[in-house]
């Protein structure tokens, strides 16, 4: 349902600053977790995430090996009426061996809807809410999360808020080869992951390559199997998932993304499919930042930015989310480096809590296209309103409460004219072999 026209007449003309006032508070410890009691065949690191339209998977590991891969649900608590049976898999790390790892997708499912889950046949019974099938609909977004004080923190902020979907553009565990933190990172998350589908990409700190002895993204690819398959992608590194009206394009930093690479050539043929009257929001998710005015990781993104810039300009995106940069940015619509009325708007949040703290140092004068930055711990909330308003707040973790920082109104390139101006570009790029 459209919303009154008295709530959209604000445009994109909030804040612009620095922050620099703010007194930040100190970095936190890494978290740690007593050793676990519980039986083996009870489900742990509980999580799910969107599987196709009206589906949801929901991932969960076991200690016992014979464990069944099935999930029992539905509409009322105790009573579950459906029953659906998935896959397995598991993964060795030198001497770490993983429990039996569960994936099972469970619907179709209705809209908006509460529903009771059990895994496995035993344990604790859960529960999730399905997205709605149109606007409003509300996206937390936060990237490198990692298991610290700060992590708690931004967790906690983000249980207030009444999100449908939770984004998380690369770095979730900061294992950084150490399995166990997985597992620590599973369970830190269960109580949000199991009631919101997480849709999450890699970041540099999923990769855990060695060379010759070890590929890259095992255990991230084992643990947080995302909707590759049902987006016609071959690799979970990069896909795409709808809700409500938007479509939202999930990218991979870390994987080839030249003209001639499967993820460029994935990507043309999303976009093509992609249906502005159906879906009239179009996100693009990745983890090293193409627009960054921060001393951090100057630079890394632009090779990547070389090779698929052109397309989502092309495509019309409305907003690109990135993480890696552990602070906040917000720019203005840009494209080529400089500012365009037809360019998505970019922000960097990758400020979820990582035990490497905050970038500090930003590049002064700030560019002509960056309009809020700050080194700060926090999440930000993407409401879509209707198919041509949305409200961004981005919510500083200020020691412990949760403080609005940055907000502004953005209206989606549907009916700017921007996307008929863009139709036979795009039109043209999805035709090169």
Known sequence: MEPKSTIVVLTVLLVVGTGAEYVRPPPRKTLHFPWSTKASSHPQQ???SLAGDKHMR??????DKSSPSIVEYGTSRRSYN????????????FLYKSGKIHHTVIGP????????????GNGQEFQFKTPPSQFPVTFAVAGDLGQTGWTKSTIDHIEQCKYDVYV????????????????TFGELVQPLASSRPWMVTQGNHEKEEIPILKKGFVSYNSRWKMPFDES?????????FEVAGVHVIMLGSYTDYDEYSGQYSWLKADLSKVDRERTPWLLAVFHVPWYNSNYAHQGEGDDMMASMEPLLYAAGVDVVFAGHVHAYERSRRVYNGKSDAC?????TIGDGGNREGLAHKYLKPHPEWSVFREASFGHGEFRIMNSTHAFWSWHRNDDDESVRSDQVWITSLVGSGCLSERSRELRNILMEP
Do not use: K
């Not at 499912?109 to 496995?120: K, M, P, S």
């Open 232 to 240: 016609g992608s071959s690799s979970n590194l990069y896909y795409s």
């Open 58 to 63: 929901i991932t969960w590991i076991t200690s």
């Open 168 to 183: 998380l553009p690369g770095d979730l565990s900061y294992a950084d080869y150490m399995q166990h933190r997985w597992d």
């Open 343 to 347: 360019g998505p708007i970019h922000i």
């Open 109 to 120: 499912l209705e809209d908006d809807t509460v529903y009771f889950y059990r895994c496995g």
């Open 46 to 48: 509980v999580h799910i």
């Open 82 to 93: 459906n029953i659906a049976e998935g896959e397995s898999t598991s993964y060795s790390y």
